[in-house]
């Protein structure tokens, strides 16, 4: 099974350089997740990163934030009801299971163990390359769905270094509870 490292540092949603406290910190809330989570996470950071297990908060997301990235397939309400429940969701951080991340084959970090790594900014990410490899730093908000799952909705930020990353919304679909999820849109809000 292909090694998935997954680094992901959850953060304030646009606020894509300034870090969240450590997971140790008393803002982050433990528990509320459910499997299909970590599901989308898993399909998310499949092609590689280091994940950070404290959740960003402060995002709002609104149907027409997805405009034209959205799949044919997506209906206005499951639109509206995912976005509702990853604003409702992403108000707080929240600290995520590792041992459930792990079973999806991504590795998490805490925020702390970050700060270690980059604790010198001009050695932190040659330190990171020693530990990761080429793996990124992965940062995602809590999961917004629709009431039946079948659609997802969720930050993603990547960095590859300093100079170089992105963050985008993903839409995710599936035809039931049954099926996989899959990406089915991705809108761009920031590049560097």
């Given at each position: 099974m292909k090694k998935i490292v997954a680094l992901i540092i959850i953060i304030a949603m646009l606020g894509a350089q300034q870090l969240l406290a450590s997971t140790e910190s008393p803002g982050a809330i433990q528990g509320a997740f459910d499997s299909e989570d970590y599901n989308v996470y898993a399909v998310i950071c499949d092609m590689g990163g280091v994940l950070i297990s404290t959740t960003a908060a402060g995002r709002k997301v609104t149907p027409a934030d997805l405009g034209a990235g959205a799949s044919p397939q997506a209906r206005e309400q499951a639109l509206k009801e995912a976005c509702a429940d990853f604003n409702k969701k992403n108000a707080e951080g929240y600290l995520l299971d590792e041992a459930l991340l792990k079973e999806r084959g991504i590795t998490a970090i805490t925020e702390q163990r970050r700060q270690e790594v980059f604790s010198s900014f001009d050695l932190g990410w040659r330190e990171?390359?020693?530990?990761?490899?080429?793996a990124f730093l992965i940062r995602v908000s809590r999961?917004?769905?629709n009431a039946e799952k079948t659609l997802?909705?969720?930050?993603?930020?990547?960095?590859a270094d300093p100079e170089m990353g992105s963050g985008e919304l993903l839409v995710l679909e599936r035809s039931d509870r049954k099926s996989p999820w899959k990406v089915a849109a991705e809108i761009q809000l920031w590049i560097s």
């Open positions: 990171f390359r020693r530990l990761y490899g080429n999961v917004g769905f997802a909705v969720v930050y993603r930020s990547e960095v």
